[in-house]
């Protein structure tokens, strides 16, 4: 079975903080993806990546950052935390087949809160 | 730009009875993919069924079936013989020529007793 993990479970930052949220998968899947949850907005794509070192932004990349130094391990960051990006934040994986829409695998979720 | 509709925010089923959850979408891309995902609470989102569009055949997963009508830009889900397990939101999603895929807001489900 795919394995997606996220860092923590439930977060709280205060404003103006740095703060990392770490997405980790173990089935060597080439997509990786950033999604936030708001109630009535359903997921929205933040940022995802097609292999490591590459990144694209998604519909909502204001104000987050990302890195993927290795095949399994996408990060979102938020660089100045403000209480606007109090959400739940998933992580999502999927194997690249070229052609081909595939199902995505999602981690637990980081419930941030920010204060 | 894709969209995917979900029009009911929150439905409700007695326990073994049947239940349908819409969903439509707009594309003009002929060749797509449409899902579903079930978020149960506080647990992983996971797939329930998933559907190729180039296939007439609607798709089916135990006790769960979709009705898709390319024509119409319709998917909706159909849960039968309800279960108490059953209770999460459901989300539909659209996956087209990139390998992102666009998301409805979600129909929050409840499993009466």
């Known amino acids: 079975d795919v394995k997606v993990t996220q860092s923590s479970r439930y977060l709280v930052k205060r404003t103006g903080e740095k703060v990392f949220l770490e997405c980790v998968q173990d089935?060597?899947?080439?997509?990786m993806f950033w999604y936030r949850q708001d109630p009535g907005l359903g997921l929205r794509l933040i940022y995802f990546?097609?292999?490591?070192?590459?990144?694209e932004k998604g519909d909502i990349p204001e104000g987050y950052s990302v890195s993927r130094e290795k095949k399994e391990r996408f990060s979102l960051i938020l660089e100045s935390a403000s209480t606007n990006q109090t959400s739940m934040y998933l992580c999502?994986?999927?194997?690249?087949?070229?052609?081909?829409?595939?199902?995505?695998?999602f981690g637990p979720g980081t419930r941030l809160l920010v204060l | 730009a894709q969209t995917v509709t979900q029009s009911q925010p929150e439905m409700s089923v007695q326990e073994a009875e049947t239940v349908t959850l819409s969903c439509t979408y707009d594309?003009?891309?002929?060749?797509?993919?449409l899902f579903w995902y079930k978020q149960p609470p506080s647990r992983q989102m996971i797939l329930v069924i998933r559907?190729?569009?180039?296939?007439?055949q609607n798709a089916t997963e135990n006790r769960f079936s979709v009705n898709f009508q390319k024509a119409a830009k319709s998917f909706s889900l159909k849960i039968s013989d309800s279960q108490l397990g059953d209770a999460a939101m459901y989300f539909c999603?659209?996956?087209?020529?990139?390998?992102?895929?666009?998301f409805g807001t979600g129909t929050l489900l409840a499993v009466q007793p």
């Open positions: 559907q190729e569009a180039y296939k007439q």
């Open positions: 089935m060597d899947h080439e997509n």
């Open positions: 594309t003009s891309e002929s060749d797509y993919y």
């Open positions: 999603a659209y996956g087209g020529a990139t390998n992102k895929l666009i």
């Open positions: 999502a994986s999927s194997p690249g087949l070229a052609g081909h829409q595939e199902t995505q695998y």
């Open positions: 990546s097609y292999d490591v070192k590459m990144k």
